[in-house]
């Protein structure tokens, strides 16, 4: 059983930066390939980032490219989101999982996903 605790939430300005911190416990953190989501108030959850189980492979949705950036650190058993130039349209709370399986379709959708933390709020303001 991996345990999934996300951090670095919190109250930002349109344009301004904060990065997430997901930290995993109870497994081994390099075979998971580990993602992002979020969800918004009154909305479905959302796709944000992922990354294989070296690093070595990163994926974005349009919506979040040339802005957000996941990245790990396999020592620290640790996965991160940088997120840059937000707007208030990525107001949401974001959660961090963990996948026993490569990328996929199943990953994107969060149905391939098998742990998951219990979410960090971001908000952001115009």
């Known amino acids: 059983q991996v345990q999934l605790v996300e951090t670095g939430g919190g109250l930002v300005q349109a344009g301004g930066s904060l990065r997430l911190s997901c930290a995993a416990s109870g497994g081994t953190f390099s075979s998971y390939t580990m993602g992002w989501f979020r969800q918004a108030p009154g909305k479905e959850r959302e796709f944000v980032a992922a990354?294989?189980?070296?690093?070595?492979?990163?994926y974005r949705p349009d919506s979040v490219k040339g802005r957000f950036t996941i990245s790990r650190d396999n020592a620290k058993n640790t996965v991160y989101l940088q997120m840059n130039y937000l707007r208030p349209e990525d107001t949401a709370v974001y959660y961090c999982?963990?996948?026993?399986?490569?990328?996929?379709?199943?990953?994107?959708?969060?149905?391939?996903?098998?742990?998951w933390g219990k979410g960090t709020l971001v908000t952001v303001s115009s």
């Open positions: 999982a963990a996948a026993r399986a490569s990328f996929s379709g199943a990953v994107v959708r969060g149905s391939g996903m098998d742990f």
């Open positions: 990354i294989s189980q070296s690093g070595g492979n990163t």
